[in-house]
């Protein structure tokens, strides 16, 4: 007589534990100027990583070459970007890169005079990143203007922003996400009708004024007030999904901006990365406060929730086998969601009439046909496969690895380490 196994659901629990996830977090800020006439010391010697920097996943990089706005970037320059590029991997991070030729609010008289030196300069830059565009989460900005943010320079006008748009994402293959400052550029930007195809979805925001004022100092323009706010956010809400947004947040002319409140439109951004030491007055305010409400993050502190919830957090909520088939429910409960591809397993550890001493040496994978870059934020999304006969006893289990680099993506379920446990049969 053949034995039925019946399927018993694992405790499917949220933690509220730091993950380490790749793509997402905490950053601090590297700035290196490139000097022309000056030797390069190594790049051990410009920076230095204390356990904090250590522990973050990103690390937000910006090079002055402002010297050099006159004439092409010589080879040695180039050189010593390919090197700074290489100690922050080497550190394990992710890169955030800006490119600039002004720090001090003077991008008009530290920029070239003609466009096509800008280009010059991107294609340059774009020669040396092509073999490690996937260790650069985001480019940031078009190189012009007051630190690099795309405000008081002579090359912002509609044709322009497309035409340098196009140039860096020709010299970085169409392999990098791309990020200008505020919705209305983006917006400007998606209005060309020459704009590279396949560019405008790799292109997303940086708002280095998060809360600082009610247009988030000029991003939302500068006669809205709230109702121009509100507009925007919603904007973000329905344009920004899949790609990198982040920045730094300000404290506000007459107040804090409250942690849950925070949080709210953060997601609406799709919020996936912040500065991990500016502004700090708000930053520690979110450290004090508690959070309210059920679940696991109650009484957590305000600052340690928002962290967490940087852009894509996954919680298996439930699993359940009916008529050969399992289904899987994946709640998104971070800000963002995954910008980079991703490969989803079902990992089968087979056992005989349910005994955990008759494992298996090795488990086995199979690859379900999902793309976890569409699972939402604040979204469930219900996975449904078909059990094959091997993967009706022993213990099921859920895995999710970024593609090209097999990277482990952790789910946020108590218990979970590189997989989470969705349930096990045994004797029915």
Known sequence: MQTRFKFRKA?????????GN???GWY???????????????????????DACMAEQLALVVIDIGDFRGCPLPREALAHIRDILAFFVGKGKQVILRIVYDREGKGRDREPEEIDQVMEHMEQVGSILRDDLFHILVLQGIFVGNWG???????LGQD???????????????????AVRTPAQWRLAAGCRWLAEGLIEKLGLFNDGIFGSVTDLGTYGTDGGKRERLRELAWQENQMGRRPNGGEVLAGDCSFMPCLQAAGEMAQMHIGYLNSVHQKEQLEHWKKERTEGK?????????????????????VRDAWVRRDYLHVSVENCGFGELCQEAECFLVTEESWQGSPDSVLEEPRYRLLDTDAR??????????????????KRGRLFLQLRRKQDH??????NRGAADKVLLGEFADG
């Open 11 to 19: 405790a499917l629990a949220e933690d509220i534990r730091e993950l």
């Open 22 to 24: 790749p793509g997402i």
């Open 28 to 50: 601090h800020v590297y700035t290196f100027v490139l000097e022309a006439g000056h030797a390069f010391r190594p790049v051990e010697e410009e920076v230095w990583l204390d």
């Open 149 to 155: 943010e795309m405000h008081g320079s002579r090359f």
């Open 160 to 178: 322009n922003i497309c035409e340098l748009l196009n140039c860096l994402y020709r010299a970085t293959k169409g392999n990098c996400f791309l």
């Open 295 to 315: 679940g696991c993050w109650r009484g957590s502190d305000g600052l340690t929730y928002i962290g967490r919830h940087l852009g894509y957090r996954f919680v």
């Open 374 to 391: 569409m699972w939402e934020s604040r979204r469930q999304t219900v996975l449904t496969c078909r059990l094959q006969e091997g993967e």
């Open 407 to 412: 990277r482990v993506i952790c789910f946020a």
